[in-house]
């Protein structure tokens, strides 16, 4: 029932990603809603899909915590206890990311050693893509707290991008240590004494160039970032048209460039990599953009499923107890 445009949209793209992956899908939220949006796929039955019942929807503007104790049959909410009880995998929500994190939270606990949770989401650079976290789940952070978030992310890298080795470079306002506030420099010494491959600190310039595989901040920082981003994807893509648009020369080059423009549209499309995983909650769980197209959300469940086939969860847990002796 989350998203923009629930429940279709997450219908289609739950429905398109059963047809392709060996796994069961229970779609959760308003039954005669669902069963609405599911005509347009006569064949769902035969696809090991199920519908499970949620009365409740937590909206957008309603404060997470508040909205949980009012609301205890919201869908995101069920869903989380579905995979508590293990009869689930994995979450995928497009909804509210605050009642995401709550609900995941409350439901599953945190990993050992994990004080925080972090969004870790994929962003593209000049190479292969790279990992930012936090992208908004913990908007207020001490240093430890980044230091984890490195270490979740390195896993991450390693796993989603098949990174050996991963550069993990801290967002602050300059290169040299002494450079940032008090938690950027108290961040960077404890990196710098982590078994982490830590590079310093990365500037926002750098961010996209593919110096870090990995860039570490607080979530009210990174979801800035995050969202300065897709505004400027959208303007400058709008820009790029007008001027295409313009006279009959450029028209001629856009239709000779067409299928540059197309890859690099792919290149910034945050549906290619379907959501952010949730890093630091002890369960999977995967969070989609509110305007997540159909093809989004599918691609949001294949990562799910790709991650529940794995030992991510373990890969984590080690990767904080060998940094559980850094002093703090």
């Known amino acids: 029932m989350g998203g923009d445009h629930a429940p279709s949209v997450v219908v289609d793209g739950a ?41 409740d929807v937590i909206a957008m503007a309603e404060a997470p915590v508040p909205a949980m104790r009012r609301k205890p049959r919201s869908s995101v909410r069920v869903a989380a206890d579905l995979v508590a009880k293990r009869e689930a995998a994995a979450l995928v929500s497009a909804g509210h990311t605050g009642a995401t994190v709550v609900s995941a939270h409350a439901a599953f606990g945190m990993v050992a050693g994990v004080d925080r949770p972090a969004l870790a989401t994929t962003i593209p650079t000049r190479g292969r893509p790279a990992v930012l976290l936090d992208a ?61 491959r830590f590079i310093g600190n990365v500037e926002g310039r ?77 369960g999977l769980v995967i969070v989609g953009h509110g305007q997540s197209s159909a093809r989004a959300i599918r691609n949001a469940v294949a990562m799910a499923y790709r991650f529940a086939g794995g030992e991510f969860m373990a890969r984590v847990e080690q990767g904080i107890g060998a940094v559980a002796s850094v002093k703090h």
């Open 136 to 196: 908004g789940a913990t908007v207020e952070c001490r240093p430890q707290h980044l230091l984890q978030f490195a270490v979740m992310g390195s896993v991450y890298a390693r796993l989603a991008h098949g990174v050996d080795d991963p550069r993990v470079g801290l967002l602050s306002i300059g290169e040299e240590e002494s450079k940032g506030n008090e938690l950027t420099r108290e961040a960077h010494r404890l990196l710098k004494a982590s078994p982490l």
């Open 15 to 55: 429905v398109a990603a059963a047809r392709h992956l060996d796994a069961g899908i229970a779609l959760v939220g308003r039954t005669a809603e669902i069963e609405r949006a599911l005509r347009a796929h006569p064949d769902w039955h035969t696809l090991g899909i199920e519908i499970v019942d949620a009365p």
């Open 206 to 282: 750098e961010i996209y160039s593919g110096v870090a595989d990995v860039v570490v901040c607080d979530g009210f920082t990174g979801n800035i970032v995050l969202k300065t981003s897709e505004g400027l994807v959208e303007t400058v893509e709008a820009l790029l048209g007008d001027e295409l648009r313009g006279t009959f020369s450029s028209q001629v080059g856009y239709l000779l460039s067409k299928r540059a423009l197309r890859r690099f549209r792919r290149r910034l499309d945050y549906s290619e990599y379907g959501g952010a995983a949730l890093l630091g909650v002890a």
